[in-house]
């Protein structure tokens, strides 16, 4: 532990503070959380915290969802302006526009979207609940925003339910090829390839395992298989490569790196917690509608 992580934790004491990552951060920075997960895990921890302050290392949805989820505590984003190019494709009145045209149909609203757009959606849902979310739904009509490759694979998986899709996407899943799943697989044809269901419906059909985050995280830890070929940000690689030694670790492709995930320094988490960051202020509006979708998505997932 370096001289920043140690005044962190330190610090972190003191002032009575949880520290939550996202598995997409920088190691140095999941090393002085008290937790790292994906963004279900994460919601839920913030959720159930007791400490007063709650800084979130990821991306600024997330520290969204951890001050609606417990409004009372003091939420930061250690790095103001790591946001999510995904959530940004979408705003309210895309989803209140597709409602009119589908009046029958719920909205499912993936996580990664802003507070404005949870209000005005139905219900929430991760990569890992997706499926169970959509299931659970008495409407036979689902709009499934943003994220249009997630909302193709729950099709696939539901296909009773009639998916209707917004045009989002993550561009860094979004951003791998069938042709690089093939090559990847080609040049080690032992390993098996796990894949993230953000990326395109013709990457995961040459994948051998289709999960979240988590369930990647999971799958690799238990399964007997010796190679993997890694379909997620770097993040899960460099997380998995540490624990694993005595297994092999490839990416499907180089640059598999979200930069908004990345930008959070070690400097930034301390400023948060010397009080030199604005915590995360929602309005009222938004708040209440958006608790309502995700606690929601809790209480099924
Ligand atoms: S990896 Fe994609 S979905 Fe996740 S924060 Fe980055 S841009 Fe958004």
């Known amino acids: 532990m370096n001289e920043i992580q140690k005044k962190i934790i330190s610090l972190k004491k003191e002032r009575g503070a ?11 920075v999941q090393d002085i959380s008290d937790a790292v997960g994906d963004s279900f895990a994460l919601a839920k921890l913030a959720q159930k915290a007791e400490q007063d302050i709650i800084i979130l290392c990821g991306v600024r949805f997330m520290a969204e969802s951890a001050k609606i989820l417990n409004p009372g505590k003091t939420v930061y984003l250690p790095f103001e302006a790591a946001g999510c190019p995904m959530a940004d494709m979408i705003c309210p009145d895309d989803v209140l526009s597709l409602r009119r045209k589908y009046p029958k149909a719920a909205v499912v609203c993936y996580v990664n979207s802003s507070a404005a757009v949870k209000a005005v959606s139905d219900i929430c849902c991760t990569s890992s609940s997706a499926e169970a979310i959509v299931r659970s739904l008495p409407n036979r009509q689902i709009i499934f925003v943003p994220d249009r490759n997630l909302g193709a694979y729950v099709a696939k998986k539901v296909p009773e339910k009639e998916i209707i899709l917004f045009e989002g996407y993550c ?33 995961l059909a040459h994948a051998d395992y289709i999960g979240s985050t988590a369930g990647i995280l999971d799958y690799a830890r238990n399964t007997d298989a010796k190679e993997m070929i890694i379909g997620t940000e770097i993040g899960v690689y460099d997380i998995l490569k540490r624990e694993l030694p005595e297994k092999k670790f490839l990416m499907v ?6 930069p908004d995930m990345k930008k959070t320094e070690l400097e930034d988490v301390l400023a948060c917690l010397e009080g030199k960051r604005s915590p995360i202020e929602l309005p009222e509006n938004e708040m209440l509608g958006a608790k309502a979708s995700l606690e929601r998505m809790v209480s099924i997932g």
């Open 18 to 28: 949880l520290i939550l990552s996202h598995y997409y951060q920088a190691l140095p």
């Open 171 to 203: 561009p860094i899943h979004n951003g791998v090829s069938p042709e690089d799943a093939v090559a990847a697989k080609k040049a080690s044809p032992e390993a098996c390839l796990l894949v993230h269901p953000e990326c395109r419906p013709d990457v």
């Open 253 to 258: 492709k180089d640059e598999f790196v979200c």
